[in-house]
């Protein structure tokens, strides 16, 4: 495999859609196109493309219980990794900060919600969250060669 190997930043690209989950195909070709362009494996981009649709779902769902809103999905390579920033407007809220389900219960003993969290967290290299002038910010980053 070819890796595009970056020693500097590449400009950051940006997508800003409705926060609906009928963006979730146009969301997850912006960034498979700046994988594809940088030779990412299949693996690697259905390990990325999960997590990213796991977060923007939870955006499209959750961050505006008043109604609609917007989420901007902000990519770059960087030293052989892809960043991918989440933002909205929406309200505050950490997916980061609730405990991970405990995955050694039966289905039926479990609580309902935050395993999808749980899995992005496990195959990302790095998540985190910030609350930055007003926006949430969910930042993933992921080594792609």
């Not at 796991?54 to 008043?66: G, K, S």
């Amino acid at each position: 495999m070819l890796c595009i190997d970056n020693k500097e930043t590449q400009d950051v690209r940006v997508l800003r859609v409705d926060a609906d989950d009928k963006k979730l195909p146009e969301v997850l070709e912006f960034v498979d196109t700046l994988l594809e362009e940088n030779n990412c494996s299949m693996k690697v981009q259905m390990q990325i493309d999960i997590s990213l649709e796991e977060l923007f779902v939870n955006i499209a769902h959750y961050a505006y219980p008043e109604g609609n809103g917007w989420a901007e999905i902000r990519a770059k390579i960087e030293d052989g990794s892809i960043v991918i920033a989440l933002v909205d407007g929406g309200r505050p809220y950490d997916p980061l900060a609730k405990p991970d389900p405990d995955i050694t219960l039966g289905v039926e003993d479990r609580q309902i919600g935050g395993l999808g969290i749980f899995i992005s967290k496990k195959q990302m290299d790095e998540i985190k969250y910030s609350y930055t002038d007003g926006h949430n910010v969910l930042t993933m980053k992921k080594k792609i060669c």
